[in-house]
């Protein structure tokens, strides 16, 4: 089995979670925000501390904007091989999937909103046991790897 | 399969406790809102001849239309096999046909509920191939001769076309009584039955007026015996009984019987509710072998199967034999599922370094959680640090319960979750295999095993925690499809 899985994901995945860590960091930076203008108020509590909350906030924030993303782009690989299809994916814990051509039932791209806007597409390819996904491709070559699947499951079930 | 001369039938009702049938559907369907008006007025506050003639009219009103949609629906309801395929009609109002070829149909169960019981009738469910979303055809009551005679046109095509004649399935393992009350006082379900003992006796206690539950509670308690303590050897005691009565109810009689062409696995079980069904042999996906907590000291186990696709409720995951000798399994697997026949022990274990990282995986929520206790209650909340032996002691015990082994091209996973449990599943029926690394599994060369087989309409994962890094990448390379034409080209040649 090689080390790793040959193919990367498209580079703009990077800009694409930057955002979507962006919008789960808005939420968690007001929190931060509105803890330390509360604690403020209170005369009995020191500055250091009232600023507590919102560093930690934006401390979060920059970890999803600025660290996860390369890190998680780095890590995602993948391989469409005749007979399986080889994932390697995770931050902290790494997976490792690996998935027969001769399990794979249908196999679909699904774009949503933002991934429209910057011209990404998922690939997913479902088994009796449920989806796998292949995310944040460039749209054509999740429309090649769509039908790359497609074929190569197809010629599986020949065999 | 059109070589059989095509089966064909009149058009048949079913047997006239359907009308019964039909109408008590109706009666559960409308009662509430029949008794509504009545309650309403209950409700109000006039407690009189008013509400009580509200409710009457409304249940009388309910009890005739319900006779009278029960003849309808009866009279509407008809079955035949005609053209290769079986059609069912019903709908008073609404008319329905549906259509389903007979290569189609997939099983033939009966099934018995209380009323179908008591008047020796049987419902029969007849289950379609493929395409999760179709639902069954389910008929309400048939007699024994007519639901036999229909079972037996709806699978003859299937059995000519494997060219057998039609032979009485061959009975593998029945449930002794023994075995039956073994079962029940094994079976772990004690928590869920406590539970709803406990729930019912606080229900009980509200219910009760006044003080009448705290002076029948002195008269049966003597002062010596502290009221707690027998209240909860109460409520133990009867909610073993009812653990054992639930597994009686549902598992008396058990019979698995294979099919006479080996291709369907027939149980039999239930008392009051008899439930017939059958698992087609090439739908099973993995075995598993569970040895309950209370089970395994005795050498006991019961039998599981993972099963795909056929039926919402049935298809998930069914007992195969709820209880038998644990030596026994083997031998039994070689009988009814030949596929998943593969020796259960002398598995290879986790490597010893492993051993560490098991205690500490458990012990580790239970350390956490009291280190907070020791914080907030300082002096006396230390005690509870020594609860993490305990947690530990459970991690070397599923350490040793940990294994896996290669027979061929099926793969054997044995972990422990309280109950220690044997996967048996073959390289052809796993839907993804795969491995993953945790950066402190990284630093002592360990890795989990993940495979997964289809379940129901989903998927079930099985996992071997903490194995050797090199030998889980071992194992998913040597059940690889390209692994194994190597070795079926090397074995032809």
Do not use: C
């Not at chain 1, 991934?115 to 491709?137: C, D, H, K, M, W």
Request: net charge positive; aromatic share 6%.
């Amino acid at each position: 089995m090689k080390s790793e899985p040959g193919q990367r994901l498209d580079p703009r995945a990077k800009l694409l979670w930057r955002v979507t860590g962006a919008l789960q960091a808005a939420p968690i930076l007001a929190g931060g925000a509105f803890g330390s203008y509360a604690l403020s108020a209170r005369a009995d509590v020191a500055f250091y501390l009232a600023v507590l909350p919102v560093l930690g906030a934006l401390a979060l924030a920059i970890l999803f904007v600025f660290v996860l993303p390369p890190l998680l782009w780095r890590r995602w690989r993948y391989e469409i091989r005749p007979l399986e299809v080889d994932l390697q994916r995770g931050l902290v814990r790494v997976t490792r999937t690996l998935v027969p051509m001769a399990r794979v039932q249908h196999v679909d791209t699904r774009r949503g909103p933002l991934q429209r806007r910057l011209g990404l597409s998922t690939v997913v390819f479902y088994t009796a046991a449920g989806p796998n996904e292949i995310p944040q491709l460039a749209q054509k070559t999740a429309a090649e790897v769509r039908d790359r699947i497609a074929e190569l499951t197809r010629t599986a079930d020949e065999l | 399969m059109n070589s059989s001369a095509a089966v064909e039938t009149a058009e048949r009702r079913l047997h006239p406790v359907g009308m019964l049938l039909a109408a008590l559907g109706t009666v559960r369907r409308w009662f509430g809102l029949a008794a509504f008006p009545g309650v309403a007025a209950l409700v109000n506050g006039e407690f009189g001849m008013r509400a009580l003639l509200l409710i009457l009219l409304g249940v009388a009103l309910v009890a005739v239309f319900s006779a009278i949609w029960g003849v309808l629906s009866w009279r509407a309801t008809t079955y035949r096999v005609s053209g290769g395929a079986f059609h069912f009609k019903q709908g008073v109002l609404q008319k329905s046909e549906r259509s389903l070829p007979l290569e189609r149909v997939q099983s033939v169960d009966a099934v018995q509920g209380v009323v179908q019981r008591v008047f020796g009738v049987v419902g029969v469910r007849v289950e379609a191939a493929g395409g999760g979303g179709e639902p069954e055809i389910s008929l309400s009551a048939l007699s024994r001769a007519a639901a036999g005679a229909l079972r037996e046109e709806l699978t003859r095509s299937a059995r000519q076309a494997s060219a057998e004649a039609p032979e009485e399935p061959v009975v593998l393992r029945k449930l002794f009584v023994r075995d039956l009350l073994l079962a029940g006082l094994t079976s772990g379900q004690i928590g869920v039955a406590a539970s709803v003992v406990f729930g019912a006796s606080r229900a009980v206690e509200d219910l009760l007026p006044g003080d009448l539950a705290g002076r029948i509670a002195e008269a049966l308690i003597t002062d010596s015996v502290s009221p707690a303590l027998l209240l909860a050897l109460a409520v133990a005691l009867l909610s073993w009984v009812l653990a054992i009565l639930g597994t009686v109810l549902a598992h008396a009689g058990f019979t698995l019987s294979r099919s006479a062409d080996g291709k369907y696995l027939h149980i039999r079980r239930g008392l009051l509710e008899r439930h017939e069904s059958t698992v087609p042999l090439a739908r099973i996906q993995a075995i598993k072998v569970v040895e309950g907590v209370l089970r395994q000291p005795f050498g006991l186990a019961a039998l599981r199967v993972e099963s795909a696709g056929f039926g919402a409720e049935e298809g998930v995951s069914t007992t195969l034999f709820p209880l038998l000798p644990r030596k026994e399994v083997e031998k039994l697997l070689r009988a009814a599922v030949p596929e998943f026949d593969a020796p259960l022990d002398h598995l290879e274990p986790p490597p010893g370094r492993a051993r560490r990282r098991y205690a500490f995986r458990s012990a580790l929520p239970v350390l956490v959680l009291a280190a907070l206790y020791a914080v907030l209650f300082f002096p006396w909340g230390t005690i509870g640090l020594l609860l993490a032996l305990p947690a530990a002691l459970y991690g070397i015990l599923r350490y040793r319960a940990a294994g896996y082994g290669l027979d061929e091209d099926r793969l054997v996973l044995r972990f422990r979750r309280l109950a220690r449990t044997t996967v048996v599943a073959p390289r052809g029926r796993l839907q993804s295999r795969g491995y993953s690394v945790s950066p402190f599994q990284r630093r002592v060369g360990l890795a989990t095993l993940k495979v997964e087989v289809a379940s129901g309409s989903g998927g079930a994962a099985f996992r071997l925690t903490d194995a050797d890094a090199e030998v889980a990448k071992g194992l998913i390379e040597a059940l690889s499809e390209r692994a194994a034409r190597t070795a079926a080209r090397e074995h032809s040649t």
